[in-house]
């Protein structure tokens, strides 16, 4: 199993906050569950539901401008002791410009509040650029944050192929590594070891080419398993039953062995549109909640 074999060389470059495990944060959503966009109280209640339910205190989210998010969820982070890893959508021209102001215009007001800001997130994974491409990105973002970390979100398979080395040797101060056992299709019974293995093939990769376990911040960035009221992935199973058993498995573990973990996600989002998976069938996107809609937990979120 390749995660024993790995485990001592991707350990040093984990721990972020200063504790001895890892750290757990959640992806939250920009809008209710009515859609419409939240407001500075609605992000006030998440963080106060995700610090109760689990203790986490940071989030991550991957457009600084959609539904005004910067400027409502930063000072919302303010007023609760919370972090925030902003995202910046450079697929578009459109896109990257109203991110970018939306940096300039809050985030450079909440700089304590502002863990990170990845720019993209799994673009690579889409082909929408390539490495040197999003490096440059990157570069533009930091001259508008200079001291807040930069860096970006990505599919496992494209940081252990090689599609991102040449952004890696970039040295960016931060990389999420994105891997779901259920995005592979693997029964509850084999998710974890898939989960696990993937995380290292990208980890061992990332190190391997910066040279260093510790020049570069590594995080998942999103691993997670869909409740119920969702749709299967082949052998993987949708079922609250199932998540369950894949955070007790999957994220605890990893979390306690010193790795960082964003769980996908914190809260349902009923007002999503279903989207069409790589087997061509639609895929409901409104149950992956750890938390209902209404902040109710599912299952315990303790490790």
């Not at 998440?46 to 109760?52: E, G, S, V």
């Not at 902003?86 to 985030?107: C, I, M, R």
């Not at 891997?179 to 290292?200: K, R």
Request: with cysteine; hydrophobic share 40%.
């Amino acid at each position: 199993m390749r995660f024993f074999t790995t485990i001592s060389f991707a350990l040093a470059a984990s721990p972020a906050l200063g504790s001895a495990v890892g750290n757990l944060g959640f992806a939250l959503g920009t809008k209710n569950s009515d859609g419409s966009c939240k407001a500075q109280q609605d992000y006030e209640d998440d963080f106060d539901a995700i610090a109760a339910a689990s203790g986490s205190k940071l989030v991550r989210g991957y457009a600084a401008s959609d539904c005004n998010c910067a400027q409502y969820i930063l000072p919302a982070a303010k007023a609760k002791g919370a972090k925030v890893i902003l995202g910046v959508w450079p697929d578009t021209d459109e896109s990257f410009d109203l991110d970018k102001q939306a940096l300039q215009n809050y985030a450079t007001k909440f700089t304590d509040q502002v863990y990170a800001v990845t720019v993209g997130s799994e673009t690579l994974y889409r082909g929408n650029f390539t490495a040197a491409e999003l490096l440059d990105k990157m570069d533009e973002v930091r001259s508008i944050l200079p001291n807040t970390k930069i860096g970006t979100a990505d599919s496992w398979n494209k940081y252990a192929d090689g599609t991102a080395d040449d952004m890696i040797k970039g040295k960016p101060d931060i990389l999420l590594v994105n891997a779901f056992g259920y995005w592979q299709a693997q029964p509850i019974d084999n998710a974890t070891h898939t989960y696990f293995d993937d995380m290292m093939q990208a980890f061992t990769h990332i190190q391997s080419v910066a040279g260093s376990t510790s020049s570069i911040e590594l995080w998942n960035g999103e691993t997670g398993w869909p409740t119920d009221g969702g749709t299967d992935y082949g052998a993987a199973k949708a079922g609250t039953a199932n998540a369950k058993t894949y955070w007790q498995q999957a994220v605890c573990p990893m979390i306690d062995w010193g790795f960082n973990v964003f769980y996908f996600e914190a809260m349902d989002e009923p007002w999503k549109p279903d989207s069409v998976g790589d087997n061509g069938s639609a895929q409901d996107e409104k149950h992956w909640g750890a938390m209902t809609a209404a902040r109710a937990v599912k299952f315990s979120l303790k490790c």
